[in-house]
Every structure is written in C-alpha cells, then in structure tokens.
C-alpha cells in the first residue's frame, strides 16, 4: 500500500473511532418494557430561546422530532377564540396554534425513528377546551393515536408497559386521568338509559362527575416531596413508609411544613415546577429600581414574575385542582400522569420480563385482542332463551362471556408516571438511590430543568440516568455540551430515541444487581475498564484560523467516580496540524454511562473551546484512528479531526481477603467494538491486567480497613498514599506515617506477634509473596514525636532488619535426612518464611531479630523527678527485673533496691494520643504490672497502638495489692508469660482506701490476677 493509500485508509468514515451514522437498532434491545429505556425528552419544547421571554414556535417540534427526541412538551391554555393555545403561562413568550402543533407532530413524528412518541401534556385548559383537545387529537393523529388498551398483558393481574417494538408508528398521550373504581359485578342497568342511548361509559361518567377534583392527580412539587422525605426522616431506609394524611393544623409537623412552605414560597419555588407564572407588569417604583440595581434585565424579569406570582397565588387548601374532561381521560392509556406518594412495598414491584410478542404492524394486527379498549365495556340486554347444549359448547360459550366482560387493569401503577424537577429529583436520589432505582423498573420518572435554568441552561443528566430515571426532559434550544452529552447518549442506538438501560439496573443475572449505588464510593471497589488514550494530533481544528495557540482538554463525563479532567501542553501558532503527543489512562467504573469529551482549546483566548466532540466510551473503536470534531453547537466540522490511539484493558482483581471477593466483583465491560461484529470475524480479546486489593487498617481509631488497589509494581509509598487519600486525609504527608507488616495473632496466643515496618521503596508485592500463606495485614501508623513511640517503631524496625525483608535468608532446613536448599525459599529474589518448628532458634524469638544482635530498644518513664525517662538497648531475653536493674544504672542510682519497684505496662486502645507529651485519654488505657521474670520484648511486641512503661514503687502504686497475689503466682511457676487479667472499677479501688491520684488511668484498670 502506498502513502497515499494508507493516508487514506486511515482517514476514510469507515474507519474513523465512533460512526453513529451507520449504527442500526438492534431489535433484540427493543423488546424489554417501556421501563428498561432513556427516552429522549425535551422541556419546553416549543420555545427558541429564553424561558420567560422571546418567541414561540410550532417549527421547534419539527426540528426536535428531527433530531430522534421521543417525548415532547405541550403547555396548553385555554384561548379566546375557543380553541387551545400553546404557550409558557404568564410569561412575556408569545403563543402558538395548538392544532399547528399537532399536524407539525404528525409529519415529523416518525421521519427519523418509528418508534413512539410520548406527547408530554401540562394542562391548564378549561373542561371545553380539553374536550376540544381531545377532539384535535383523535382527528389529526387517527389511528397514530393510542386510544385503548393493545395487549393481553394489560388485561392480566400483573401487567406491564409494552415495549418500543410493539408501539411502532404510535404516538401516546401523557396527561393526568380521571380514576374511576369499577366494581367487579356488574350493576343493574335501569332499561330507560339504555333507550336513551346511554352507553356504560357515559353511566360511569356520571358516577364520577362529583369526583373529578377527588380524583385528580397533579405533579409533584418540592414541598410534596419534602413532606415525604420529612416522614421518613426517623425511619431506616431498609422500611417503607407512607406519608401521613389528615394531620392537625397545630400539629408538630404540621406547623413544620407551613414553615418549609412558606420558605418555598419566599424562595420562589413556584417556578421550580412545570406550571408557570402570573403575567406581571414591569415595576417602576423608586424602591424596585434601588433593589435590582447592579442586576441583569433577565434577572431583574425574572424577580418581578416571581414576585407577581406569589403575590396571586392562592392559599394550597383552597386549591381544588384542575378538572379533567373525559373525553381527553379517555386517550390517557399507557402514560397516567400521577404525584409522587412515596415507593411501593418491595413485593408490589415486578421483575423485569422480556416481552417476546410480535410487534404489530397495521391496525388491524393491533386489535388481536378480542376484548373491550374502552374505559368501560358496553352493556348487552339479556339474551333470548335458547336450546339445550352441550358441555363442549356451554364453557367454550361461558370462556367466550368471560372473555368479553374482562377489563384492562387501567389503575395498575406501572402505567403511572411521575414528574420532578431536578431538586426534587436531587433529593430522591441522594436519600432512597437503592429505592429509586428499584422504582424505576417498572415505572416511569420525568424529570425537568429547576427553576434556575430559566435562560434554558441545562442540568447534567447522568446522575438521574444512573438511578434510573428514563425521561430526562433537556432545552433542545441550548445546544450546550449537556445536549451534546445526551445526543451521543442516543447515537450509540442508531438516534431512534430509545437507549436500553444499563443491565445492572433492572437484570437480576447481573453480578451488580440491587448492589449497583452511583454516589457510593464503593463503587470504585469493583474491576474498571481501563482506556489508554493518546491524542496524536489535529487537523484543521479551528476553523478559519491558521496561527492559533491551541492546546487539548480530555474529559470524561459520567458517575461521580469516573468524572475526570486533564489538559494537553499548548502549541503555539499552528492549528492546521498541531502535535500534542499527549497520554492519559482513564480508569472508568461505570462504561455504560461514560462520555469522552475531547475540546481544542484556543489558550490565547481564555481557553475558549473552538471545537470538540463527545462519544460514548463504550462506542470507541481501538487502534490508531480519526474522530471528527463538531462546533461549540455540536454541529459537524469540514475536514477537521483529531488522530488519536485508543487501546482498552480489563481490570482483573486479586483479593488477598476471601471477604473482598463476596463485597466486590470481576465485571466484564461490554464494548462495542467486540460485539457489533460480522460472523466472519472474531472480536479482538482484550487485555487483563492484574490488581492487587489490599487492606490497609490503622487509619481510623476503631481499625477500619480500607481497601486500596494496587499493582504488581507499587511501592509503599504509592500504597500509602492512596490510602491516605481513600480515608481522606488528603492534607496528611507519607513521611509522617509508616507501613507496619504484623502477623495476626494465633488462637492460641501463645506466639508473639511480629511485626515489620516497611521501607517506602519496597514493592508492596515483595512483602505479600513472603507470607507463604500465613495471616498477616498492613498497619498504618503515625509516627509519634514522644520517646515511648520512637522506641517503639526502633525497635519494630531493629527486629524486622531494618524493615527490608530481602536480606533474611534463613538456614538450610533439614527435612527427611535431605538439605534443603536456601534457593528454593526464594520468590522473586526474598525469602520465604518457612514453618517456624523447623527454624533452630530460641522458642518464641522473631527469626529476623538474630541478624540485629538479639537486641531492642525500650523506653521506661517516671525514672526519676530529674529524670522522666530512659531509653535502654537490652537483650530481647531481659525480663522485667533485668530492665528495672538497667535503668537505675544508667540512671546513676546504684544504690537503689531495685526489689521495691515494678514495671506497668500502659497500652491505649485510641490511636488518637498526645503526640507531644504521652498522655493517654480517659476510658482508652489498660494498665498492668509485668512479673519479673516477664519477657519485656514479647510484651511490647504484643502492642497493637501505642504504649509505654511506668517505673513504679511498689509501695505507693495501686499495684501493690494485686502485686503480692504476682508474688504468690511467681512462686509455682516463675517463667510463666501468659497472665489472666480482669478489670476493676476505680470506686472499688478507692473503697479499700487506695491513693486517688491513680485516677489518671480512668474509669477501669485492667490488672493481672493469679488463679483462684
């Protein structure tokens, strides 16, 4: 192949990194209900710009239906003329025909995707208009329009939403819907309605016209919501809870939510839902003009409409709701707009379930069903009699009766769909993630823009998809890099509007299923795709433009896990083809809901972004390839690219714990480029790379483990460092820590504990391959400025080798008559441990400590009035008595009976300790007196924080009474080291008229006591 060739192969639309043009739906993906998909939705949709001024225009449902959008908003209000009209209520935005709209939704609805579209109704029309409403729909849309239930799924106890598949070409209408109860038997029907011409359906709406305001549902606002998190508030979050009804006005919450509303009403939260805002009149007093001063004029409208709207706003109690006509009831089938009242139990949610009917292709197919689509079956008169049959005939006939008098479940809550506003969405998420997501399964959520969106800025849409949420309604008319965001969200699924959720969302075989938590930190705890990506170069990126100072913005857009941004270097004055070499590995946790935004940036105007492009990660193709740029408005670019290589890895996790196995997983990522494949071709395998997972504890006081990745080349530093950074403490230096390798103790206790710190450049692997299967854990401690903690991490270090395991080589072990070679100990250059029963060394010594001169250090305080403490070397044979003996000599108190003192061992369960002087909080120390003939080195080997020893005569110390019980025990077994202690009360010490000034050991001490 020649250059040129190859120059064009590479830059061919065949080959470029993401090609959403010639990705297809797979309608294998659209079979699952309604509930398993994002819809793209639009907010506001027939406005061009501002929110509360500006123009309107029915063209903006054209363009929006264009682009692949399924759910679009009507704001209807009555006009004068007697027809609907379509606007955003009491602002300055002008108005349009709602029949115009209409006709524009019928053309346009089915050009670029065939399946559904959701007409979003927010109705403020009287109960005329609303019947003329209905009357447009049905004439206009004809049998596009969903007007009765379709499926036999519907007439089941346990119904469900349809899927995409089977509601292509339809358009489906959301709005609120009267609840009418239907008995089960049916009623007695008086002759002269039926003469009358009166159907069952107009005798129900009779029944029901007193009920209209009782039984319509509005859409959630923040109080409502409020008043439901409220009631929750003192609840666990394992139990569900129903809001509380019928409370008195004078009741503790009651008064409690007239606070939080009249706080919603001061902050001007009515426009923080859907329904808009009184019309208001410019004001032109002195003291308006003083207040918005230094304001802008969109803030300044925005403060009087608030303003004027609260002023008009009636009392919520005498607000009855707005009526509901039957005739648009009627069209409301799968899409019953409801407030949201709180989760359903968790036996009432169904689990997901594959719907595996045809889709219907005509009219005539969707009426496979032979039972009544209306609200309400119509009623026979009874039959003539008729001959004798037989039993075939009598219970085919009574299936046929059965058959024909069954009616759609119309008040089944998956067909319920529920509107928040992004606060109250917020809220929802961030205090029931497990429960909205669970929720979303079978239900439908909307959410939409606050109330601080009102230039028709956008809110990031990720964290509601994460928890499930499925229509999240954006301003179409800001084409921002949110937009971009949710157009690439739709482009992986050829923009037919419909995205499959994430399986670990509604999929019970998924490993994540009821684990999967968005906010949760855990999240990070499980294996992650790992994308090495290198920007290469650019070409033609900014338009128009040769000399640029252009420099490259890598962003992944997605959980709060996975967010991440970092910047190329600058090259300066060349933006026809700029060379940024730039590489970056992106760990990614969650891939179905990552975005990879890559912006050139122009460094010589405030890094303004002059072209970018945003795909979805899982999309990517690997390799050297190109990817198009688009505008700042996401409009595509003429021959401006970006050539990068992308290459993907698999985290594969090595738990060292079996209990990190059952908390985490091994996840396998699906990525596009290994499944969208011909048959001819095999996907490319992906590489595995290998993650240790460590626990680290000593963090916090009470011995959390936190649980740290980490590779076959980190070193402890490295491991420190992102252990210090999982626990927070983000501002603490490494130096001022150190790593502790410890044995966990035997059941037994009879084997000290060893410990071994570890140098900052050790591989931390090197130290695990050398546990041969034996129980340890890493400590991290902080080192103390007192002697006691300098003695005692000398001593750890002194007893480990300097803290370096590679230079331990124990001796040749001779096992059945052979010689066991010092080689075959060996794993990557360290030493094994080996079984200790085999070592020829002093029974209970640290093997590491002979290479050191079977010494330690040790720290004794209270020597002397002049002299507070002493640092001794000793022998790690010396016994108490040995060390009290040391220390008078190098205290120069020769003639001091050394038979009168004791040594007090004080060790504090609180790591948290004065690290300037060695004082030990209340209700964190144990207290107790070595026997003289005690080990002093295993004793201190034995502490888990922090301690010390304590010079005492025994004369004038607490210890004296259970001192002469020591003396007793020392008698029948002086080389005894394993003591049995108790815990007394310091009000029983004081009652036997011991000194008081020991009360500095707190409320208990714990002291050895012989046997009884």
């Known amino acids: 192949m020649s250059f040129e060739g190859f120059t064009r192969f590479l830059c061919d639309p065949v080959n470029f990194a993401f090609v959403p043009e010639t990705i297809e739906p797979d309608e294998e993906d659209l079979r699952y209900p309604l509930s398993h998909y994002y819809i793209n939705s639009?907010?506001?949709?027939?406005?061009?710009?501002?929110?509360?001024?500006?123009?309107?225009?029915?063209?903006?449902?054209?363009?929006?239906l264009l682009t692949g959008c399924r759910c679009v908003e009507l704001d209807c209000w009555d006009g004068d003329d007697g027809l609907p009209l379509i606007y955003h209520g009491h602002t300055l935005v002008s108005k349009i025909g709602f029949r115009q709209v209409v006709e524009i939704i019928k053309k346009s609805a089915f050009i670029t995707s065939d399946l559904p579209v959701i007409l979003s109704i927010e109705n403020h029309c009287s109960l005329q208009q609303q019947a003329k409403m209905a009357q447009m729909f049905k004439t206009v849309l004809g049998d596009l329009l969903v007007t009765n239930f379709l499926f036999e799924a519907d007439f089941s106890d346990s119904p469900r939403l349809p899927c995409p598949l089977q509601m292509k070409n339809?358009?489906?209408?959301?709005?609120?819907?009267?609840i009418v109860d239907v008995p089960t038997p049916l009623p007695m029907i008086d002759r002269g309605a039926i003469q009358r011409g009166e159907t069952n359906l107009t005798l129900h709406r009779k029944q029901s016209k007193n009920s209209y305001e009782s039984s319509t549902v509005d859409e959630v606002e923040d109080d409502d919501l409020d008043e439901f998190l409220d009631d929750e508030e003192n609840e666990e979050d394992d139990q569900e809870e129903v809001p509380v009804r019928g409370e008195k006005d004078d009741s503790p919450k009651a008064s409690k939510r007239a606070e939080k509303s009249a706080r919603n009403i001061k902050q001007q939260d009515s426009l923080c839902s859907d329904h808009s805002v009184e019309q208001a009149k410019p004001s032109t007093s002195k003291s308006a003009?003083?207040?918005?001063?230094?304001?802008?004029?969109?803030?300044?409208?925005?403060?009087?409409?608030?303003?004027?709207a609260i002023r008009n706003q009636q009392p919520r109690k005498n607000n009855t709701g707005v009526q509901i006509a039957p005739e648009l009831s009627d069209i409301v089938i799968y899409m019953q707009a409801t407030k949201f009242k709180g989760f359903p139990p968790v036996e009432g949610i169904q689990s997901p379930r594959l719907i595996v009917e045809d889709p219907p292709t005509s009219t005539t197919s969707l009426s496979f069903s032979t039972r009544s689509r209306t609200p309400s079956t119509l009623l026979s008169t009874p039959a003539p009699p008729r001959r004798q049959r037989s039993s075939t005939q009598l219970s085919q006939e009574l299936q046929s009766e059965y058959l024909s008098s069954a009616r759609p479940n119309a008040t089944a809550t998956c067909y319920q769909v529920t509107s928040l506003n992004e606060n109250a969405a917020k809220k929802l998420m961030k205090r029931h993630p497990a429960k909205c997501i669970s929720y979303t399964r079978d239900h439908l959520i909307r959410t939409y823009p606050s109330a601080k969106h009102y230039d028709s800025s956008n809110f990031n849409p990720i964290n509601c998809w994460a928890h499930g949420m499925q229509m999240v309604a954006l301003n179409f008319q800001t084409p921002d890099v949110i937009m971009a965001v949710n157009q690439a969200m739709f482009e992986q699924s050829g923009n037919c509007g419909y995205q499959l959720k994430p399986r670990c969302l509604w999929d019970e075989s998924h490993l994540l299923y009821n684990k999967f938590l968005p906010l949760s930190k855990d999240i990070a705890g499980h294996s992650a795709l790992l994308l090495n990506l290198t920007i290469i170069s650019g070409q033609h990126v900014y338009p128009n433009t040769h000399y640029a100072s252009l420099y490259v913005e890598i962003e992944v857009i997605g959980i709060h896990n996975d967010c991440v941004r970092e910047k190329s270097k600058v090259v300066q004055r060349n933006s026809v083809n700029p060379i940024w070499n730039h590489t970056t590995q992106l760990r990614i946790a969650c891939v179905d809901l990552?975005?990879?935004?890559?912006?050139?940036?122009?460094?010589?105007?405030?890094g303004r972004v002059v072209a970018h492009r945003v795909v979805p990660v899982k999309c990517i193709r690997p390799g050297f390839r190109h990817l198009p740029l688009r505008t700042s408005t996401n409009l595509p670019i003429d021959n401006a690219m970006i050539f990068l290589r992308?290459?993907?890895?698999?985290?594969?996790?090595?738990?060292?714990?079996?209990?990190?196995?059952?908390?985490?997983?091994?996840?396998?990522?699906?990525?596009?480029?290994?499944?969208?494949?011909?048959?001819?071709?095999?996907?490319?395998?992906?590489?595995?790379?290998?993650?240790?997972?460590l626990r680290i504890t000593g963090a916090f006081a009470d011995e959390t483990a936190i649980t740290v990745h980490s590779e076959s080349g980190s070193t402890v530093k490295t491991v420190m460092q992102q252990a210090l950074l999982n626990a927070g403490k983000n501002a603490d230096q490494v130096e001022e820590y150190v790593l502790i390798e410890e044995s966990l103790p035997a059941p037994s206790g009879e084997d000290p504990i060893e410990q071994r710190v570890l140098p900052l450049n050790e591989p931390i692997m090197d130290a695990v391959a050398c546990w041969n299967g034996s129980m340890r854990r890493f400590v991290l401690r902080k080192k103390g400025s007192d002697p006691s903690s300098r003695a005692w991490i000398t001593s750890i270090i002194k007893s480990g080798t300097g803290g370096s395991s590679t230079s331990v080589s124990p001796s040749p072990l001779i096992k059945d008559g052979h010689v066991k070679s010092a080689s075959s100990n060996q794993l990557h250059g360290r030493s094994l441990d080996t079984d200790a029963e085999h070592l020829e060394v002093t029974e209970g010594l640290n093997p590491?400590?002979?290479?050191?001169?079977?010494?330690?250090?040790v720290c004794?305080?209270?020597?002397?009035?002049?002299?507070?403490?002493?640092?001794?070397?000793?022998?790690?044979?010396?016994?108490?008595?040995?060390?009290?003996?040391?220390?008078?000599?190098?205290a120069r108190r020769p003639n001091v009976d050394d038979a009168e003192y004791v040594l007090v061992e004080e060790t504090c369960d609180d790591t948290k300790i004065n690290q300037v002087t060695p004082k030990y909080p209340n209700n964190r120390t144990t207290s107790r007196v070595l026997g003289p003939n005690e080990?002093?080195?295993?004793?201190?080997?034995r502490w888990k924080s922090m301690g010390r020893f304590v010079l005492e005569n025994r004369k004038d110390t607490v210890h004296a009474t259970l001192e002469k019980g020591r003396r007793v025990e020392s008698t029948t077994s002086s080389s005894s080291s394993t003591t049995t202690t108790r815990k007394i009360s310091l009000s029983s010490v004081r009652s036997i008229g011991l000194p008081r000034k020991f009360s500095k050991f707190g409320k208990s001490l714990t002291m050895d006591a012989g046997p009884k």
């Open 848 to 857: 590491r400590a002979r290479s050191m001169g079977d010494t330690f250090l």
């Open 594 to 606: 990552a975005f990879l935004r890559i912006a050139v940036c122009d460094s010589g105007q405030n």
């Open 860 to 890: 004794v305080h209270n020597v002397s009035e002049d002299q507070p403490y002493a640092i001794l070397r000793a022998g790690i044979n010396s016994t108490a008595a040995d060390i009290i003996r040391q220390v008078f000599v190098k």
């Open 170 to 178: 339809k358009i489906l209408i959301k709005n609120k819907k009267m």
């Open 935 to 941: 080990n002093v080195w295993k004793a201190q080997s």
């Open 289 to 308: 003009s003083k207040t918005n001063e230094g304001k802008t004029e969109d803030e300044v409208l925005y403060a009087q409409l608030a303003q004027n």
């Open 42 to 64: 639009s907010h506001n949709t027939y406005l061009t710009g501002h929110q509360l001024k500006g123009p309107s225009s029915s063209e903006m449902y054209r363009q929006v």
């Open 646 to 693: 992308t290459r993907f890895e698999q985290e594969e996790h090595i738990y060292l714990h079996d209990d990190d196995s059952n908390s985490y997983c091994n996840l396998e990522h699906t990525l596009a480029y290994r499944t969208d494949l011909t048959p001819n071709l095999s996907p490319t395998p992906i590489l595995k790379k290998q993650i240790f997972v």
